[in-house]
T-cell receptor, first 110, second 111 residues
């Protein structure tokens, strides 16, 4: 299974942009890059996903490196509600095993 | 449209007791998953299903059994609960948009 690596923790000031990195050097051509986040005492929630091109939605942006070996989740303006654990995962086109790593714990400082 | 619903939300068991966690989704999804999350840890895949009547092992399947008799339901069973199975259990299903939908979790304590 392809794996991802993320920093254990990051800090950001409120109202500033946050760039959360993810390395996936063994990614295959059909693997989708997904990001989820988990607020305290809640189940994970979907943030964004992409295959090759950069993606934007109302929650965040996903920047994918040209060689696809890394990606960055961008929160344009961090709020206190964005304090959560962020998971970067790879999903094969077949929808089989979906494995989560430990993720990055994001703290937002008022 | 309730999404993914887990039952029960809380349960306390004694060592050796058995129980079943029910996951129900009303979105007609083919793929369903059971994860466990220990305090301060990430999610670990227990079992998953790629369609009605199918199940497969994940990362940590030992001590658990699953069944997918109906497309909308994915059951997780503990035949003989152990304290090491104290955890929060999350069920999830995959939609056509590629988005994984999670339930609210079931908190299990084994004494």
């Amino acid at each position: 299974d392809a794996k991802t690596t993320q920093p254990n923790s990051m800090e950001s000031n409120e109202e500033e942009p946050v760039h959360l990195p993810c390395n996936h050097s063994t990614i295959s051509g059909t693997d989708y890059i997904h990001w989820y986040r988990q607020l305290p005492s809640q189940g994970p929630e979907y943030v964004i996903h992409g295959l090759t091109s950069n993606v934007n939605n109302r929650m965040a942006s996903l920047a994918i490196a040209e060689d696809r070996k890394s990606s960055t989740l961008i929160l344009h303006r961090a709020t206190l509600r964005d304090a959560a654990v962020y998971y970067c995962i790879l999903r094969e086109d077949s929808y089989d095993k979906v494995i989560f790593g430990p993720g990055t714990s994001l703290s937002v400082i008022p | 449209n309730a999404g993914v619903t887990q039952t029960p939300k809380f349960r306390v068991l004694k060592t050796g007791q058995s129980m079943t966690l029910l996951c129900a989704q009303d979105m007609n999804h083919e793929y369903m998953y059971w994860y466990r999350q220990d305090p301060g840890m990430g999610l670990r895949l227990i079992h998953y299903s790629v369609g009605e009547g199918t199940t497969a092992k994940g990362e940590v399947p030992d001590g658990y059994n699953v069944s997918r008799l109906k497309k909308q339901n994915f059951l997780l069973g503990l035949e003989s609960a152990a304290p090491s199975q104290t955890s929060v259990y999350f069920c999830a299903s995959f939609g056509d948009t590629g988005e994984l939908f999670f339930g609210e979790g079931s908190r299990l304590t084994v004494l």
